[in-house]
């Protein structure tokens, strides 16, 4: 009988050959169907920094004069918008205050959903549901008036405050039911210890459970931000000066 042989290096040859050409075709498929897009951005990019341009992507005659939002108030016909910085760290504070108080109210709130058991308890859960399920745009006038009552409307600042807090308990029911799931997989008995060795639950939770539940407190606060960094409604509705508009409000205005 004749032995045949097998040349390895013709196999990995071929395979080598095959993982080529898988890579080649990714990248051809990949690649050209994107080129209208890479050539639409470079347009925006020459007329960003550009006088003119040629053929759609050829810059011609530097100039920033595009840019000078950034260091002087904007003027478009004739109306002048405040200038950009105070606008962003309107956004900021927006956007932080309403993930700081989700995410502590949130945080005390899903830990006592998950762990205490009181009256009312289940129905309370799903009146959080429900309460996610309203959207902002039909508490308008209700929110309007209390704000009126409060004195948080048309106050500049304390408006910014007023639409910070709204904000804030709007995206705290979901906030509260997410961190109720990362508190159900935290194990009674790490809380059991911690309660035996003499912590009371307040700092069981801020001591024991708190590490544990880091990153739902993260996700909670990413939410939270970006619900108040795109936040336009409320505050299009009841800020009615320019300068403590947020980013959303003033690009609408331009």
């Given at each position: 009988?004749?032995?045949?042989?097998?040349?390895?290096?013709?196999?990995?040859?071929?395979?080598?050959?095959?993982?080529?050409?898988?890579?080649?075709?990714?990248?051809?498929?990949?690649?050209?169907?994107?080129i209208?897009?890479?050539?639409?951005?470079?347009?925006?990019?020459?007329?960003?920094?550009?006088?003119?341009?040629?053929?759609?992507?050829?810059?011609?005659?530097?100039?920033?004069k595009?840019?000078?939002?950034?260091?002087?108030?904007?003027?478009?016909?004739?109306?002048?918008?405040?200038?950009?910085?105070?606008?962003?760290?309107?956004?900021?504070?927006?956007?932080?205050?309403t993930?700081?108080?989700?995410?502590?109210?949130?945080?005390?709130?899903?830990?006592?959903?998950?762990?205490?058991?009181?009256?009312?308890?289940?129905?309370?859960?799903?009146?959080?549901?429900?309460?996610h399920?309203?959207?902002?745009?039909?508490?308008?006038?209700?929110?309007?008036?209390?704000?009126?009552?409060?004195?948080?409307?048309?106050?500049?600042?304390?408006?910014?405050?007023?639409?910070?807090?709204?904000?804030?308990?709007?995206?705290?029911?979901?906030?509260?039911?997410?961190?109720?799931?990362?508190?159900?997989?935290?194990?009674?008995?790490?809380?059991?210890?911690?309660?035996?060795?003499?912590?009371?639950?307040?700092?069981?939770?801020?001591?024991v459970?708190?590490?544990?539940?880091l990153?739902?407190?993260?996700?909670?606060?990413?939410?939270?931000?970006?619900?108040?960094?795109?936040?336009?409604?409320?505050?299009?509705?009841?800020?009615?000066?320019?300068?403590?508009?947020?980013?959303s409000?003033?690009?609408?205005?331009?």
């Open positions: 009988m004749s032995r045949k042989y097998i040349d390895i290096k013709k196999i990995k040859r071929k395979v080598l050959l095959e993982k080529i050409a898988k890579v080649l075709a990714v990248l051809v498929v990949a690649v050209i169907p994107s209208p897009i890479w050539l639409m951005y470079l347009g925006l990019l020459a007329q960003a920094f550009s006088s003119r341009v040629t053929l759609g992507i050829i810059p011609s005659g530097l100039t920033l595009n840019w000078r939002f950034l260091w002087s108030t904007v003027q478009m016909g004739l109306k002048k918008y405040p200038n950009i910085w105070p606008i962003t760290i309107n956004s900021l504070y927006l956007a932080l205050g993930a700081l108080i989700v995410t502590f109210v949130a945080g005390l709130a899903g830990y006592a959903l998950s762990r205490m058991e009181f009256p009312g308890r289940t129905k309370m859960m799903e009146f959080i549901l429900a309460l399920a309203f959207p902002s745009v039909v508490l308008l006038i209700a929110l309007f008036v209390l704000l009126n009552k409060l004195g948080l409307y048309g106050k500049g600042f304390l408006t910014l405050t007023g639409v910070m807090i709204t904000k804030a308990a709007l995206e705290t029911p979901m906030g509260a039911w997410i961190m109720k799931g990362f508190f159900d997989n935290v194990p009674w008995d790490v809380e059991w210890a911690a309660l035996v060795d003499g912590c009371n639950r307040f700092t069981a939770w801020r001591k459970i708190l590490p544990l539940v990153p739902g407190f993260a996700a909670v606060a990413v939410f939270a931000f970006l619900s108040g960094w795109s936040e336009f409604i409320m505050a299009f509705t009841f800020i009615r000066e320019d300068r403590w508009w947020p980013l409000v003033m690009i609408y205005n331009v």
